[in-house]
């Protein structure tokens, strides 16, 4: 999914970053203004990761067994 709240996201992170990412020498101050700058202008369109998730229920525990079963343990 591609929203304006994408960039304004990764101009946030990349603005909290900054000198870190400076300082490990992963960006140069001028590439990361030159990338705010990018962002800025609606030059880059970025997406969301999806996030993807499940709910269930351990077929063994119960309202009457209410932990889960233990682990079976490796013999050496």
């Known amino acids: 999914m591609t929203s304006p709240a994408c960039g304004l996201l990764?101009?946030?992170t990349i603005t909290?970053?900054?000198?870190?990412l400076i300082d490990h020498r992963y960006a140069t101050a001028a590439d990361i203004d030159r990338h705010l700058a990018s962002?800025?202008?609606g030059h880059i369109d970025f997406t969301t990761a999806p996030m993807?998730?499940?709910?269930?229920?351990h077929p063994?525990?119960?309202?009457?067994?209410?932990?889960?079963?233990?682990?079976?343990t490796r013999s050496a």
């Open 10 to 12: 990764e101009a946030a």
């Open 16 to 20: 909290q970053l900054r000198d870190e």
């Open 39 to 41: 962002i800025a202008a």
């Open 52 to 57: 993807i998730s499940a709910w269930g229920r």
């Open 60 to 72: 063994q525990i119960s309202a009457h067994n209410p932990q889960p079963p233990s682990l079976p």
